[in-house]
Each structure stands twice: as C-alpha cells, then as structure tokens.
C-alpha cells in the first residue's frame, strides 16, 4: 500500500506542478475587477512567410498592384501603445480624440538624466527626468500590455468600483528579470488608467516635469526607484532593460497635453489647439502595407533572417491597404469612415525599426540604411533622413474608426517637413 501511494505521489507531483504553472500563466487569472479586456496582443499584419517563397508570397497580398484599376483604400488594422515604446495592442475599433487614438501613448518610462548634477556631467544642462524609448532600450518591446474597461455586465460591476472610476486598467505584463532569459515567466502589475484626484492622491502619485524632445509638461509621476520603497516591479523593469540610471513611470497629467505646431494646421483653422500626450510629434500616424511591402521585398536581400513583415516596427496607429505603395506620400487631407483627417506631414525615420518587435533585439543598421538610400524624399527633413509613413491631426476633437473603415483622399499636394 505504502508503494501504491508513493508511486501515486510521483505521478500526480508533475501533473500539479504543470497545472500550477498553467494556470498562474493564463491571460485571464485574475482579471481586474469589474473589466473586460479590449484589443490584443498584436499579431503580424501579414502571415510570416518563408524566405524560400518571399516574392511569391508578396505577390498574392498584392496581386493587384500596378493595374490600372484604382483600388479603394480601406483601413487593414488599427494598433494603440498605452506605454511609449512597449508592445502594442491591437483593437478592432478606437476612438478619436484630440491627442490622436484612446489609449495611445498616455504613459511612459523616463530615466533621471544627471542624478548628482555634476557641473561637468556629459548630461549637464539636461537634468532631470527624460522619456526612455526602444532607441536606447530595445527591451521595451518585451512589456506586454492588456486594457481593461468597465465592463457593466461584470456581476461586482459598481459605478463607484475603483476600476470603473479609472475608466479601466492598464495590466502590464513583463519579464522576470531573475528568469532564464530564453524562456522568462511574465510578472505583471496593474494601474488606474486614468485616476482621479482622490486616487492621485490616495496612490501617491505627484506632479513632475518631464523631457520628451524639447518640451517639459507637467506629468503624474506614477513610481519611481528615487522612492523610499518603491514598488519591485519598478526595479525589476529597469533591471531587466538594462537601465542603470533612476527609473520611473509617468502618466500624461489631464490639462498639461504637449501643444503641436510645426506643419500641423493651426488652432483657427481646427478650432481647437491640436495636441498630443506622449506620442513624438503628432496625434496619429498612418501607413500604407504596400509601402511596407516594398521595402520588404528590397530588404530580404540584405536581411535573408527576416521572416515576416517589418509593419509593426513602424509602431503606426492605422495600417491601410489598398492603394499603390507610397501613395500616401503626397495625401493633403483624407475622410476614414465619416471623419477628416489632416495629413499634416511625413514621417521621418530614426533607428527604432532596427529593433525586432518579437524580441527586442536590434539590428546594426537595417532597415535604416536601406530606408536611407531610396526614402530620403523629404527636403525639409534633412540629408539622409528617411521618411516612411504619414503624421495626421485629427479635423474634430472626437470619432470613431474601425478596421474596414473606407479611406476616401480629399486632397494631395506637395509636402515639406518642418523640424523641431
């Protein structure tokens, strides 16, 4: 008998173990009080493809380019970044507002830039907290994020649950630094999207000036390892990136959005100031698959270990299809669905789409360099500056888009970039 149970116990100690960890790994345990989920984790635009089969491959998704027939625009998917820098989400259908998609770019990671303030510091005369991108850490990408709205058919659903006072949660799922980097377990931790006073207060968040580019708004600032007892998982994202330097998470602060200017159109042309949270330049960007696609044919060439399209390291908020590659390069102002969009200039290209969105590891230098040689169409953008894409402001200060959403060109003309 005693042999029966021991080999009982030897049998069933795996089986625990794997539901243990089956379970603790599932999306949905746990979920946030109150909520569903809106979007997903992103999928690739196109299917992966095989190096062997790439130009056929390419040819069936655009089977049609090069016809006469003029094919309609329509929009192919639609992708929000709650955190800068960190794994889009994918939704089905978004609302439009002044700072371009719900959801899109209200937080960030930042890094406290000269910490001691030495006079002869290398980062002297830039102090204090700046926003941190996959440009200095590709890691970033790894950060998985999950929104949770109110769901009012939830049975502990109360308009004055916490969760549903925020407007939602904001689950971040990320790598545990202590983990085997090949296969690491995702910790996650959750924050109010949008907290109201009493939650600023009672959470302890403050109000902070932050860099990004060369503006300084008022922010939340949310966590940082500066604090008496930070949170871990404020510690172990900065470990597992690799920041050596003062970590922290903001939050756009209602009221203190970035003002837009440059080549956006201006406030008596809008009728309202155009705006962004933390987005680099502008509200919304677009991009044509087609234009993806021909630099993807161009780029397997020096790139034979790419296995799927690079659509998603543009970290667009709308893909179309449709039209002929770069046939946005010369859009003025288009309609999606039922509201008009100002296309208000190009976008210009650094080195982010160097880093893999999968992994997080960078490439040395492509798709830049390829970019550089055949997309620095832009005068106003500078030498050897490439441009892919296209930066728009929204025409009013509320809509809604949904993939499938037809895109009718109201206008096109010549553009100009304006630098910072």
Not at 169 to 198: A, G, H, M, W
């Amino acid at each position: 008998m005693a042999t029966l149970s021991a080999i009982l116990i030897c049998l069933l100690l795996p089986v625990g173990f794997f539901l243990r960890r089956y379970f603790k790994g599932l999306p949905h345990a746990n979920k946030p009080h109150a909520c569903k989920q809106f979007g997903s984790s992103p999928h690739p635009v196109y299917p992966s493809w095989p190096n062997r089969v790439v130009g056929n491959v390419w040819e069936r998704l655009h089977a049609h380019q090069g016809k006469h027939t003029p094919i309609a625009a329509r929009v192919n998917s639609l992708y929000v970044h709650p955190i800068k820098s960190c794994r889009a989400v994918k939704v089905e259908k978004a609302e439009v507002m002044s700072t371009g998609l719900k959801y899109d770019r209200q937080f960030t990671f930042a890094e406290l830039q000269n910490p001691e303030g030495k006079p002869n510091s290398a980062s002297s005369g830039s102090t204090g907290w700046h926003f941190v991108t996959q440009r200095k850490y590709g890691r970033l990408a790894n950060i998985h994020l999950e929104i949770w709205v109110p769901n009012p058919e939830s049975p502990d659903y109360s308009p004055d649950q916490p969760n549903v006072v925020s407007d939602g949660v904001l689950r971040v799922r990320y790598p545990d630094p202590k983990c085997d980097s090949r296969k690491p377990e995702l910790k996650y931790f959750d924050i109010p999207y949008c907290p109201t006073e009493d939650q600023v207060l009672a959470l302890g968040f403050t109000m902070e000036q932050l860099t990004v580019w060369k503006d300084r708004p008022n922010t939340l600032l949310v966590t940082s390892t500066t604090h008496t007892s930070p949170p871990a998982w404020i510690k172990d994202i900065q470990a597992y990136i690799g920041c050596s330097k003062p970590f922290a998470l903001f939050r756009v602060a209602a009221g203190h959005n970035r003002q837009v200017f440059r080549n956006a159109p201006g406030k008596q042309e809008l009728g309202y100031q155009s705006v962004t949270g933390f987005a680099d330049s502008y509200p919304l960007h677009i991009l044509g698959l087609s234009s993806v696609a021909d630099l993807d044919r161009k780029l397997v060439s020096v790139m034979p270990e790419l296995t799927e399209s690079t659509a998603l390291r543009f970290r667009a908020n709308i893909y179309f299809e449709g039209p002929a590659a770069f046939a946005e390069d010369s859009w003025k102002s288009i309609r999606i669905g039922q509201s008009i969009y100002y296309v208000a200039c190009r976008t210009t290209r650094c080195e982010l789409p160097n880093t893999d969105q999968r992994t997080g590891k960078k490439h040395l230098s492509q798709p830049s360099k390829l970019m550089r040689s055949y997309r620095n169409i832009d005068p106003g953008a500078g030498v050897g500056k490439a441009c892919l894409g296209m930066q728009m402001v929204p025409a009013a200060e509320w809509g809604i888009i949904k993939v499938g959403d037809a895109i009718e060109v109201l206008e096109t003309g010549a553009h100009h970039y304006i630098l910072q």
